[in-house]
């Protein structure tokens, strides 16, 4: 089973990649997680972001691997807890069958697509850059619930005292 994490935009600053990697280097041999920045479509004055969308969203199927289970991350999606993606990522890890996550770029995902499930991280609208950190950091974490780690623990206790 892998997890392919699927973003639009190639271009992201040092702080996300450092973020992204920080995360993905805690991760253990048995869960790989593969990140791949597809780009943009080419946006230009009098643009037409439902084309650009539909240009991307091509991109995104194209990268997905056959017969994986394809999660679209927005806004409008089912929010989960960190417990409740432990339980996903229990699934995942025993189902044998890839993942694709797909992070859309600065003017959403194509309504076209069909995911299989549609994830919020949370009702706010984020810049596509922090989803990216966010979700390496979630997926982490789910990880490290469903393999007994404590790391979510102590992020509890931290959020308690702040």
């Given at each position: 089973?892998?997890?392919?994490?699927?973003?639009?935009?190639?271009r992201?600053?040092?702080?996300?990649?450092?973020?992204?990697?920080?995360?993905?280097?805690?991760?253990?041999?048995?869960?790989?997680?593969?990140?791949?920045?597809?780009?943009?479509?080419?946006?230009?004055?009098?643009?037409?972001?439902?084309?650009?969308?539909?240009?991307?969203?091509?991109?995104?199927?194209?990268?997905?691997?056959?017969?994986?289970?394809?999660?679209?991350?927005?806004?409008?999606?089912?929010a989960?807890?960190?417990?409740?993606?432990?339980?996903?990522?229990?699934?995942?890890?025993?189902?044998?069958?890839?993942?694709?996550?797909?992070?859309?770029?600065?003017?959403?995902?194509?309504?076209?697509?069909?995911?299989?499930?549609?994830?919020?991280?949370?009702?706010?609208?984020?810049?596509?850059?922090?989803?990216?950190?966010?979700?390496?950091?979630?997926?982490?974490?789910?990880?490290?619930?469903?393999?007994?780690l404590?790391?979510?623990?102590?992020?509890?206790?931290?959020?308690?005292h702040?």
């Open positions: 089973m892998r997890l392919w994490i699927l973003a639009l935009g190639t992201m600053p040092g702080w996300v990649e450092a973020g992204v990697s920080e995360y993905a280097a805690r991760m253990p041999p048995h869960f790989q997680v593969q990140w791949r920045s597809l780009p943009l479509a080419r946006r230009g004055r009098g643009g037409d972001p439902a084309r650009w969308r539909r240009e991307e969203g091509e991109r995104l199927l194209a990268a997905t691997p056959a017969g994986a289970e394809r999660v679209a991350m927005e806004v409008t999606g089912r989960l807890s960190s417990e409740a993606l432990a339980q996903r990522v229990d699934g995942w890890l025993g189902g044998g069958r890839d993942v694709a996550l797909w992070i859309g770029g600065p003017d959403g995902l194509d309504p076209a697509l069909r995911p299989d499930w549609r994830w919020s991280l949370s009702p706010l609208t984020m810049a596509h850059p922090v989803v990216r950190v966010v979700v390496a950091e979630q997926i982490y974490r789910a990880w490290s619930i469903q393999a007994g404590p790391y979510h623990r102590a992020g509890e206790e931290h959020q308690h702040a």
